[in-house]
């Protein structure tokens, strides 16, 4: 199991070099998009200031306050579990739905019909439940 997992918000240890020229400093904020072979390395979307877009769409600086406002995207760059510090685990930042569909995207396709035979029977069971729940059984 790797160090990190997919969606987690982490900050750079060390500053590293920006395939696009430049570097990030440490400290700089990111998510993990991508895991290399089970933790050896991490696809880290890096993000810089907080920019809205003007009305003819520029970037313009901004507040985290501001309506619409976002962090910039500095870099989409390869990482390894050294240069990483976690900040917030995935499980406290999206939901279980968005951690299913990134893990299942990396499940074979034998795999993937387990877990969708699975999901089935889950519904089958809530269905059952509801029934009896209605007719009074429980």
Same mark, same amino acid.
């Given at each position: 199991?790797? $160090?990190? $997992?997919?969606? !987690?918000?982490?900050?750079? @240890?060390?500053?590293? +070099? *920006? ?9 700089? +904020?990111?998510?993990?998009?991508? /895991?290399? @072979?089970?933790?050896?390395?991490? =696809?880290?979307?890096? %993000?810089?200031?907080?920019? #809205? ?7 313009? +600086? ?6 619409? &406002? ?12 050294? $240069? *990483? #510090?976690?900040? @917030? +685990? ?5 939901? /279980? #739905?968005? $951690?299913?569909?990134? *893990? =299942? !995207? ?9 877990? @969708?035979?699975?999901?089935?029977? *889950?519904?089958?069971?809530? %269905? ?5 729940? &209605?007719?009074?059984?429980?």
């Amino acid at each position: 199991m790797s $160090q990190f $997992q997919l969606f !987690d918000s982490v900050k750079l @240890k060390e500053a590293i +070099p *920006l395939s696009k020229g430049g570097s990030a400093p440490e400290g700089t +904020p990111g998510a993990i998009v991508e /895991v290399f @072979k089970h933790g050896e390395a991490y =696809m880290v979307e890096l %993000f810089g200031e907080w920019v #809205r877009a003007d009305i003819g769409g520029d970037f313009v +600086p901004s507040d985290r306050d501001t309506p619409d &406002a976002f962090m910039e995207t500095i870099g989409v760059e390869t990482v390894y579990p050294q $240069q *990483l #510090r976690l900040v @917030k +685990p995935a499980r406290e930042t999206v939901g /279980v #739905r968005a $951690q299913l569909l990134a *893990l =299942m !995207d990396e499940l074979p396709d034998d795999a993937l019909e387990e877990v @969708k035979n699975y999901a089935e029977f *889950l519904q089958q069971k809530q %269905f059952e439940t509801a029934i009896a729940e &209605a007719s009074g059984m429980l």
